[in-house]
């Protein structure tokens, strides 16, 4: 297979809520680590994560699509919740994201590659001008689990978000091979980011975390 060229799409995600990234995204579940904005070690700066960004475009393309993975169970096809691990060369989504567990599909090689998603200049300005004093920019937010049989709350928890307005810095890249439909592919890339517009991204999407915007053009 020839590689004929890549292009990219360049841009920026606006947080129009607060969002938090590691989030177990079951509302309901308690116990485990608090959700918990990744942040890099060396700057102290939040980010999100590639594979973050990645996994969401295509869980939301595999749901709108019907491509959720499946195995046969008793000879029927039992649809899970797994990403589509097919491999054919003819479904975009393991051409696009990759084969789930199979690298050596026809589809591959992976077309896609999401970089890590770092604050923009403009927004790393703004928050060093908040003093650190108060905890720094990252908002907490502290929250109860209700218990649903004697509406006592319990196990409460603090969570870390990144304050809404804030905006990530977006590049995502397209590597175009010898075959490839080029418009489909971007189409598809720019769909996956309008699909999690309409949803969420990171932890807690129904209770209003994570609502983004994405703004960009592909170069
Ligand atoms: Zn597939």
């Known amino acids: 297979m020839r590689l004929i060229k890549t292009v990219k799409y360049v841009g920026e995600m606006e947080l129009l809520s607060g969002l938090s990234i ?53 000879g029927q096809l039992i649809e899970d919740s797994t990403p589509c691990k097919c491999g054919r060369k003819d479904c975009f989504v393991c051409t696009i994201f990759g084969a789930h567990m199979k690298p050596g599909a026809e589809s591959a090689p992976t077309r896609i590659i999401v970089r890590d998603c770092d604050l923009s200049e403009a927004s790393v300005n703004l928050v060093k001008a908040i003093p650190l004093e108060n905890g720094g920019f990252l908002e907490e937010k502290a929250e109860n689990i209700i218990n649903r049989k004697d509406g006592t709350a ?12 804030l905006k990530f810095d977006v590049n995502i890249v397209l590597q175009i091979f010898e075959g490839d439909n080029e418009q489909e592919m971007k189409a598809k890339v720019e769909e996956a980011l309008s699909l999690i517009e309409d949803s969420y991204l990171g932890g807690s999407g129904s209770r209003g975390y994570g609502h983004v915007k994405f703004t960009g053009e592909w170069v």
């Open 22 to 74: 590691k989030g177990s995204g079951n509302d309901l579940s308690i116990g485990g680590a608090d959700s918990e904005v990744i942040k890099n070690p060396i700057t102290k700066m939040p980010y999100v994560p590639g594979s973050s960004l990645k996994g969401k475009m295509r869980s939301l393309l595999e749901l709108k699509y019907g491509k959720l993975g499946s195995e046969k169970k008793k």
């Open 154 to 165: 319990g196990s409460p928890r603090v969570m870390e978000r990144v304050p809404a307005g």
